[in-house]
């Protein structure tokens, strides 16, 4: 790989984590009600902080705008001619950055819509691995972080059998930031006593 070829990945590569890194929450918290979204509910920027503190509308705004920074990476790596594989690492790039976005000093959502993107374009079978798993553990539950959880880590064994190391990279970073809330609701939940 030449010179040249170095140079225009890593400036994909910082133009994929910046992209990633634009706080739709925030911006949308601000905009439309005034608020700072990181400062409401649970704190996260995310779709699911939107509707519970916002309403549905501003959720579905942060949805779109989360999916949309993914998308939008995606499409312009391609535009730009890069090999598939690249395709799916500047999607990694791009969760990365809404999960430690530099504009909020590295405190970020939870990379769920963004990372959606990424799967659907990049391996669509994921998404079919990733619905059934998050409902069966959402249904019983209603606990969203755990299902999510489980969901994210099925994508990527999948993307593992699968040969795709973007995907287990992937899967393992959005499971990692759901960990946290898991593992406290595992603790509670079989905890003695309770």
């Known amino acids: 790989m030449d010179l040249g070829s170095v140079m225009s990945l890593v400036l994909m590569g910082i133009v994929s984590y ?39 509308v501003p959720a579905l705004l942060v949805l779109a705008g989360d999916f949309g920074k993914g998308l939008l990476v995606l499409v312009l790596t391609r535009a730009l001619g890069f090999p598939a594989e690249v395709e799916l690492w500047m999607g990694f790039l791009a969760v990365t950055g809404h999960i430690f976005p530099v504009y909020l000093r590295f405190r970020g959502g939870k990379g769920l819509a963004t990372g959606l993107a990424v799967a659907l374009w990049g391996a669509p079978l994921a998404v079919l691995v990733f619905i059934p798993l998050w409902a069966v553990v959402f249904l019983p539950t209603r606990y969203m972080p755990v299902a999510s959880f489980t969901g994210v880590l099925g994508v990527a064994v999948y ?22 809330e898991t593992w406290a609701f595992l603790k509670k939940k079989f905890s003695p006593g309770t």
């Open 159 to 180: 993307a593992g059998i699968s040969g795709i190391p973007a995907g287990v990279c992937l899967g393992l970073l959005i499971a990692g930031r759901h960990f946290p």
């Open 18 to 56: 910046l992209t990633g890194a634009i706080p739709t929450g925030v911006l949308v918290g601000k905009w439309l009600k005034g608020i700072n979204l990181q400062r409401e509910g649970s704190g996260n920027i995310g779709a699911a902080n939107a509707f519970d503190t916002m309403g549905i």
